[in-house]
C-alpha cells in the first residue's frame, strides 16, 4: 500500500513544504518499498509526496507524483478496479496515455469531469490533486 502526503503553505519562507514532505516521507517510507518522490509547486507553496508499491504499471511512467497537461499533479494510493474500461472513454473523448496505470486514467478523469469523476470510480482511494493553473489542491 503506498503512502501520500501533502503538505501546503501560505508563505515558504515560514514553512518550507518540501522539509515538511521529506520528513513525512521518511515516515512512510515502510507503505512503499518500490520508490519515492515529491512533486514541489511553482510557488513553493505546495508539496506531494509518494512512497509507491507497484501494483498496475511497474515502470518508471507509473511513478508519483505524477504531472498531467502540465496542469495537474497527484499523489495517490488505491486501486481504481475499472480503470481500463474508464481508459477507453477517455480515448473516445481525445485523452492520450503514457503508462498503463490507473493513476493517469484518475487524472485524465479529473480533468474532464473535474471532482464528479470520483462518481464514476470502482475501488478504493484517496488521492490530493494540485490544479496548477487554479492553484488549488483538491
Given at each position: ?9 501560505i ?41 509507491r ?47 498503463q ?38
Open positions: 500500500m503506498c503512502g501520500i502526503c501533502v503538505c501546503q503553505t508563505n515558504s519562507e515560514l514553512l518550507s513544504p518540501k522539509l515538511v514532505v521529506d520528513s513525512m516521507i521518511n515516515k512512510l517510507e515502510h507503505r512503499g518499498p518500490d520508490g519515492n518522490g515529491t512533486y514541489i509547486s511553482n510557488h513553493n507553496l505546495l508539496a506531494l509526496g509518494h512512497t508499491l507497484s501494483i498496475f504499471d511497474l515502470s518508471e511512467l507509473g511513478k508519483q507524483p505524477m504531472q498531467y497537461m502540465d496542469r495537474f499533479s497527484i499523489t495517490f494510493n488505491g486501486a481504481i478496479y475499472n480503470f481500463l474500461e474508464l481508459r477507453q472513454v477517455l480515448i473516445s473523448k481525445g485523452y492520450i496515455f503514457k503508462s496505470s490507473d493513476t493517469e486514467v484518475i487524472l485524465a478523469a479529473f480533468a474532464e469531469w473535474g471532482h464528479d469523476c470520483v462518481h464514476r470510480f470502482k475501488g478504493m482511494w484517496a488521492f490530493a490533486i494540485w490544479d496548477n493553473l487554479e492553484k488549488n489542491v483538491s
